[in-house]
Nanobody, 126 residues
Framework: QVRLLESGGGLVQAGGSLRLSCAAS????????MGWFRQAPGKEREFVAA????????KYADSVKGRFTISRDNAKNLVNLQMNSLKPEDTAVYYC???????????????????WGQGTQVTVSS
């Protein structure tokens, strides 16, 4: 059974930083692309960042480019999201997800991912 467990969320002031982590188990983690998505109250889930199976390719939403960095440690089955210069509009529940296909390219599309974590709340105060 594939399990994804996010951690690292919390309350931070605008301009601050947080580091989210996602611990994966139940699948050959190193063979799958990983993604981060977020969902704010009353809004649809949106793409944040994604990384290829080997970490060699990444994608970012325009809204977070230059502020967020996705990385992975295949030896530890972890994917991280470093979030700097946080803004109130970054407030959301953040989810990690694993791609459906092994060795897939990082994707912005939620339908390309089949397993999702429970999410971690990030709140940025102004």
């Amino acid at each position: 059974q594939v399990r994804l467990l996010e951690s690292g969320g919390g309350l931070v002031q605008a301009g601050g930083s947080l580091r989210l982590s996602c611990a994966a188990s139940g699948r050959t983690f190193s063979s799958y692309a990983m993604g981060w998505f977020r969902q704010a109250p009353g809004k649809e889930r949106e793409f944040v960042a994604a990384i290829s199976w080997d970490g060699g390719s990444t994608k970012y939403a325009d809204s977070v480019k230059g502020r967020f960095t996705i990385s992975r440690d295949n030896a530890k089955n972890l994917v991280n999201l470093q979030m700097n210069s946080l803004k109130p509009e970054d407030t959301a529940v953040y989810y990690c997800a694993t791609s459906k296909m092994a060795y897939a390219r990082p994707s912005r599309a939620p339908y390309e991912y089949d397993y999702w974590g429970q999410g971690t709340q990030v709140t940025v105060s102004s």
